[in-house]
């Protein structure tokens, strides 16, 4: 069993930057694969970045790419995301999640635990 805690959201301008952890509790943290999702309201909950269990495989969505940043800390039990040219369509809760087998998917159904969620609001 796996316990996600999120925080580090809040309400930021345009083009400012955020910084969100996802610490979990647990064993076997270095095993999971891990993401940060988002979901805006009446959206679909969407992928903007995964790493693979020991953080050497990262990927982004189209939408977040250049500007967001996932990372890992094995020996922390943490997991990050660095946003930076924050915009307003950024504005989402923000959730992290974790995968038994070392990668996730692109999908929120192949991921098995989940945060509460953190909000980000962009301001323009």
């Known amino acids: 069993q796996v316990q996600l805690v999120e925080s580090g959201g809040g309400l930021v301008q345009a083009g400012g930057s955020l910084r969100l952890s996802c610490a979990a509790s647990?064993?076997?943290?270095?095993?999971?694969?891990l993401g940060w999702f988002r979901q805006a309201p009446g959206k679909e909950r969407e992928l903007c970045a995964d790493?693979?269990?020991?953080?050497?495989?990262?990927a982004y969505s189209d939408s977040v790419k250049g500007r967001f940043t996932i990372s890992r800390d094995n020996a922390k039990n943490t997991v990050w995301l660095q946003m930076n040219s924050l915009k307003p369509e950024d504005t989402a809760v923000y959730y992290c999640?974790?995968?038994?087998?070392?990668?996730?998917?692109?999908?929120?159904?192949?991921?098995?635990?989940w945060g509460q969620g953190t909000q980000v609001t962009v301001s323009s």
């Open positions: 790493i693979n269990w020991s953080g050497s495989v990262t």
């Open positions: 647990g064993r076997r943290f270095s095993s999971y694969g």
């Open positions: 999640a974790a995968v038994l087998r070392g990668r996730g998917g692109v999908t929120a159904t192949q991921y098995d635990y």
